[in-house]
């Protein structure tokens, strides 16, 4: 378990901690609630090319079951991209994506998912 609450993770910060959890093979629950990991650096907020970094670490990952992503604002690109990752992810139990601006079309994306994803078992959309 690996708490990162209100780290003020920066964007490199973030693409290295992205590439550590695609190797990861231990660990299983990760918060990252209001950080700032993305390419603008702009305060709790991961965006889009955080969201989509994420994604791509999320696909191969085998072991996080938890992952806390509320209020970074990953917008709905990046929502897209978690909901392809979530395609393949088969580990992940409970995503927490509580206020992160994902929209209308994140949300049919996730929806989308969720259709073939066998692990999820909780998604918190809360005020997208």
């Known amino acids: 378990s690996l708490n ?3 780290n003020k993770i920066g964007y490199k910060d973030g693409n290295a901690l992205y590439k550590a959890l695609m190797k990861n093979k231990f660990l299983t629950s990760l918060n990252l609630i209001n950080n700032s990991i993305a390419l603008d650096l702009n305060e709790h907020d991961i965006g889009d090319e955080g969201g989509k970094a994420l994604a791509g670490a999320l696909k191969d990952n085998e072991t996080l079951t938890f992952l ?3 209020r970074n604002n990953i917008g709905v690109e990046g929502g897209k991209a978690l909901a392809e990752a979530l395609k393949e992810n088969k580990s992940l139990t409970s995503l927490d994506l509580g ?3 994902i929209g209308d ?5 996730l929806a989308e998912a969720l259709k073939v994803n066998k692990s999820l078992t909780s998604l918190n959309l809360y005020r997208n």
């Open 4 to 6: 990162l609450y209100r």
């Open 68 to 70: 806390d992503l509320y």
């Open 99 to 101: 206020y992160n601006n």
């Open 105 to 109: 079309e994140g949300g049919k994306a």
